[in-house]
């Protein structure tokens, strides 16, 4: 019997980062999936910048930049009548190349950039997850296996008995596990064979994906360039993606909130949302349910749920991708922690405290979202017509579009996580407030960005190895917390920051970071008990039950 101590089920995205997150700790894992390789269709679009964050502590954001759109191609989101029509509404954004040289004029028209190195990156998931899987077999302890499924399991005390087997069934092996994780997807068998029900709003409707090629539409179309255009005109309730900003798009067909779906011919949808007849090669057409469900349980003893398996958005746009990602950051140092003997009996249930939420906030937001571009779909008809009633409808629609959704493309709402009430998060008496524009910075929250002078960032500082305690304004405060990690055999390193920009972002002259990038607790003076401190970030007190 083969023996990991780590079996995940699922090589998508989220599957992927959580056996490379174990691999850089030196955490065996076999990973099976049940597709000859990564997928080979678009399917998410975005990266979001907390991604990008984890992807950074990787060194791997400049290859994710790579498969991403041209780094000089600005990522704005444009609403049209039509791709040929005439143009509504324009919320612009940076480019990578922008992004990247951060300049004066950039900096004023995108304040928001200041709280992370990354703005909202377009880059489709067929072309990140080669990325991802190249760097997990890069790692010596990653087992990925392509072509192979989870059979069956069961679990006990222990660990996990599974049978894995190739796809076409002429290998199968039996392998043991201190824990599995279930990342195979919105129909995970793994999730039926626990048990566990998804709750939420159900299906909300359904939505057509088109994958085509089009090889004169980037230089033909009159529109300034944009990563995405919603289409507006009657019969055409679309949104036209720009895969390579050259050949290669995505389309996906939506239809009003007094509309019931049907499956259409995606030529002809294609050709209404376009506005003209041009050369197009349909490279595949799919529908997709549009839902918001979450699973009522992410984890049953040692076996646990990740990414779709555990959440179900509307596909696809990314939503899902980031969320299940960031699963993965969040459940990765907590397993290594358990298998290399450091973690209290509470780190890992953590898991499900901490990301349930998050699931289940995102998962509404993206609905509420669906839900708002039926109802925005339902134009005045005369904003296709030429001439100055066009003209008149154009300009008030025009205005309705940027008025609804200033707030949809609002920057924030990529890095505004927080573990509200974390168990193992130490909460200050008091709450810091919002600086310079971020969200606030307090125990639960992610740590906030800053340049410092040598040209890092603050992220930069933490360490996905250990707990890194940060250090301002010259303090002296914090030996006794590193001792106590010791005692603890919790990693730990003291860093000195030496910047009055991150100091100020930070709120106290300590803060002690989590692998993952998220503040464990902060204060002026060290704990009365440091040992208390360091027993609670490490999941050694009680769970509120």
């Known amino acids: 019997m083969n023996e990991f101590p780590v079996l995940i089920a699922g090589a998508g995205p989220v599957g992927l980062t959580l056996a490379a997150d174990l691999g850089r700790r030196g955490i065996a894992c076999l990973v099976v999936e049940q597709n000859p390789t990564v997928k080979q269709e678009p399917r998410a679009m975005g990266v979001a910048p907390m991604t990008l964050e984890c992807f950074r502590r990787w060194g791997l954001d400049g290859a994710a930049y790579d498969v991403s759109l041209p780094r000089d191609v600005a990522g704005d989101i444009v609403h049209v009548t039509r791709v040929f029509g005439h143009e509504l509404a324009r919320f612009p954004a940076p480019s990578i190349a922008d992004t990247i040289a951060r300049s004066e004029e950039t900096l004023a028209r ?11 990156t377009w880059c489709a998931q067929h072309r990140l997850e080669p990325v991802l899987r190249d760097y997990a077999t890069s790692l ?122 049907q499956a259409i011919d995606p030529r002809d949808r294609l050709r209404a949302a376009l506005g003209r007849d041009i050369p197009v090669e349909i ?128 920057f924030t709402g990529h890095i505004d996580l927080a573990y509200a009430g974390s168990p193992i998060c130490a909460a200050d008496a008091t709450a810091n407030n919002s600086i310079d524009g971020a969200p606030p910075a307090n125990p639960g929250s992610r740590a906030p960005h800053s340049w410092l002078s040598d040209g890092r960032s603050t992220l930069d500082l933490a360490d996905p190895e250990r707990f890194v305690l940060l250090r301002f304004h010259g303090s002296d405060e914090g ?25 100020r972002r930070h709120c106290k002259a300590l803060v002690l970071v989590r692998p993952d990038g998220i503040i464990a607790w902060q204060g002026d003076i060290a704990p009365v008990d440091p040992l208390a401190l360091i027993d609670t970030v490490r999941g050694a007190t009680p769970n509120p039950s």
């Open 479 to 503: 030996r006794t917390i590193v001792d106590a990690a010791r005692l603890r055999g919790v990693p730990l390193a003291l860093v000195d920051v030496d910047d009055e920009t991150a100091a």
């Open 110 to 120: 995108e304040p928001l950039l200041a709280h992370s190195p990354y703005a909202l």
């Open 283 to 410: 490279l595949s057409s799919r529908t997709y349910k549009a839902f918001q469900l979450v699973a009522d349980r992410f984890a049953d003893r040692r076996v646990l749920l990740a990414g779709d398996a555990a959440h179900l958005f509307v596909p696809p746009g990314g939503n899902g991708m980031n969320t299940g990602i960031q699963d993965a950051f969040n459940l990765g140092w907590k397993m290594a922690a358990a298998l290399q003997g450091w973690a209290g009996e509470n780190l890992l249930a953590s898991y499900e405290i901490e990301r349930r939420p998050i699931a289940i906030r995102n998962t509404n937001r993206s609905a509420d979202n669906y839900l708002a571009a039926r109802k925005l779909f339902m134009m005045d008809p005369a904003i296709d017509l030429p001439g100055p009633e066009g003209d008149r409808a154009r300009a008030r629609w025009g205005a309705e579009v940027r008025d609804s959704l200033a707030r949809k493309y609002s």
């Open 140 to 261: 010596p302890s990653v087992d990925l296996r392509f072509g192979w499924r989870l059979e069956q399991f069961e679990q006990d005390d222990e660990g996990v008995t599974a049978t894995v087997a190739t796809a076409d069934g002429s290998r199968s092996e039996t392998v043991r596990s201190r824990y599995l994780v279930g990342c195979d997807g919105g129909r995970s068998p793994v999730r039926r064979t626990l048990g566990v029900e998804l709750d939420g709003r159900g299906v909300l409707g359904q939505v057509q994906g088109t994958w085509f090629r089009a090889p004169t539409l980037w230089n033909e179309r009159p529109i300034r360039p944009g990563v995405m255009y919603w289409t507006y005109a009657p019969g055409c309730a679309s949104v036209v993606y720009s895969i390579n900003a050259r050949d290669e798009w995505w389309m996906n067909t939506y239809f009003r909130a007094d509309e019931e779906f």
